[in-house]
């Protein structure tokens, strides 16, 4: 039987790839332990109101940066632009997030790690809460969003299929978050749609 290859998808202003509806994934932190916040070679795409809301918290979590991170983020900032034109985290040795911490060897956040605490009341980039979805704004307002492919992320995937767990599924509540409660609902509803032309 020929596979059926699906369109690109859209729900309102959102332009979404068709792999985000039918692949699995789910997220195993006990095997991979945050290794996507110390690998790459770019930082984690922000908006100007995150860096805002990022050099609000910075006081907060100075203490848990490591000194690297310390000074990359007194030469540049917390931000820079990188080589696609894209504002995103500053990073160390060309791939450490300036906000990795760790905590018995595991890899953590230390914004989320102080939102977690209370301390604060920003997170952590949206980006970093969507992923493995990327997003990219066009210049009609028109939002692009793709499952990003990362060979770091196999247990996830293989997770993420032992547990029949698609992504929209795993990353439901940051895409509430995103794009709100009736913009997911609509989502579900597409899905369902897709889930039937594949049968």
Same mark, same amino acid.
């Given at each position: 039987?020929?596979?059926?290859?699906?369109?690109?998808?859209?729900?309102?202003?959102?332009?979404?790839?068709?792999?985000?509806?039918?692949?699995? +994934?789910? @997220?195993?932190?006990? *095997?991979?332990?945050?290794?996507?916040?110390?690998?790459?070679?770019?930082?984690?795409?922000?908006?100007?109101?995150?860096?805002?809301?990022?050099?609000?918290?910075?006081?907060?979590?100075?203490?848990?940066?490591? !000194?690297?991170?310390?000074? *990359?983020?007194?030469?540049?900032?917390?931000?820079?632009?990188?080589?696609?034109?894209?504002?995103?985290?500053?990073?160390?040795?060309?791939?450490?997030?300036? +906000?990795?911490?760790?905590?018995?060897?595991?890899?953590?956040? !230390?914004?989320?790690?102080?939102?977690?605490?209370?301390?604060?009341?920003? @997170?952590?980039?949206?980006?970093?809460?969507?992923?493995?979805?990327?997003? *990219?704004?066009?210049?009609?307002?028109?939002?692009?969003?793709?499952?990003?492919?990362?060979?770091? @992320?196999?247990?996830?995937? !293989?997770?993420?299929?032992?547990?029949?767990?698609?992504?929209? =599924? +795993?990353?439901?509540?940051?895409?509430?978050?995103?794009?709100?409660?009736?913009?997911?609902?609509?989502?579900?509803?597409?899905?369902?749609?897709?889930? *039937?032309? =594949?049968?």
């Amino acid at each position: 039987m020929e596979k059926r290859i699906l369109p690109i998808l859209q729900v309102g202003d959102v332009l979404l790839s068709p792999d985000i509806l039918t692949e699995r +994934f789910c @997220c195993d932190y006990e *095997k991979c332990r945050g290794i996507c916040c110390v690998e790459g070679d770019a930082g984690a795409p922000v908006s100007p109101d995150e860096i805002g809301e990022i050099e609000s918290a910075l006081d907060v979590v100075w203490d848990d940066l490591s !000194a690297q991170a310390q000074a *990359k983020i007194d030469q540049q900032g917390v931000a820079y632009i990188d080589q696609e034109g894209d504002m995103v985290t500053s990073i160390v040795n060309g791939k450490d997030c300036v +906000f990795t911490c760790y905590e018995d060897g595991n890899c953590l956040c !230390a914004l989320e790690r102080a939102y977690r605490k209370g301390h604060t009341r920003f @997170c952590k980039p949206i980006s970093c809460s969507l992923y493995p979805i990327r997003a *990219k704004q066009f210049g009609d307002g028109t939002i692009g969003l793709n499952y990003s492919r990362w060979d770091i @992320c196999r247990d996830a995937v !293989a997770k993420g299929k032992e547990v029949d767990m698609p992504v929209y =599924k +795993f990353l439901k509540e940051p895409l509430i978050r995103r794009f709100g409660a009736d913009w997911y609902a609509e989502l579900e509803e597409l899905a369902e749609t897709v889930e *039937k032309l =594949k049968r």
